[in-house]
């Protein structure tokens, strides 16, 4: 089972960015497609931000146009650059791996038990 650790969380003001960061290990990185998920308290945690092997990204509606993911096969890390954070982008953020092997960004972020292996979480908190 792959190994996830997230950084980068925090607080931060309405207008502001923030860049989280994982990294994996115990798993051939370059195989799977990986992303990030978002989570609040009451809700579904939902795909926000997925990379396919190849960098073929997906992105929800609600972050797409400020949100960035972008992976760095040579150091197995995935990043997230968050612009313009808004209040509502408030969650528990959490980077995943998708457990087929060659998969797509857009299965990995949308459809249910695509995830393999989840990060411990980090709070990203947006003040209005």
């Known amino acids: 089972q792959a190994q996830i650790v997230e950084s980068g969380g925090g607080v931060v003001q309405a207008g502001e960015s923030l860049r989280l960061s994982c990294t994996m290990s115990?798993?051939?990185?370059?195989?799977?497609?990986v992303g990030w998920f978002r989570q609040t308290p009451g809700s579904e945690r939902e795909g926000i931000a997925c990379?396919?092997?190849?960098?073929?990204?997906e992105y929800a509606d609600s972050v797409k146009g400020r949100f960035t993911v972008a992976r760095d096969n040579t150091r197995n890390t995935v990043t997230l650059q968050m612009n313009n954070l808004k209040p509502e982008d408030t969650a528990m953020y959490y980077c995943?791996?998708?457990?087929?092997?060659?998969?797509?960004?857009?299965?990995?972020?949308?459809?249910?038990?695509?995830?393999?292996?989840w990060g411990q979480g980090i709070q990203v908190t947006v003040s209005s």
């Open positions: 115990g798993l051939t990185f370059d195989a799977f497609a």
């Open positions: 990379i396919s092997r190849s960098s073929v990204t």
């Open positions: 995943a791996v998708d457990r087929t092997v060659m998969g797509s960004s857009w299965s990995l972020c949308t459809v249910p038990g695509r995830v393999a292996s």
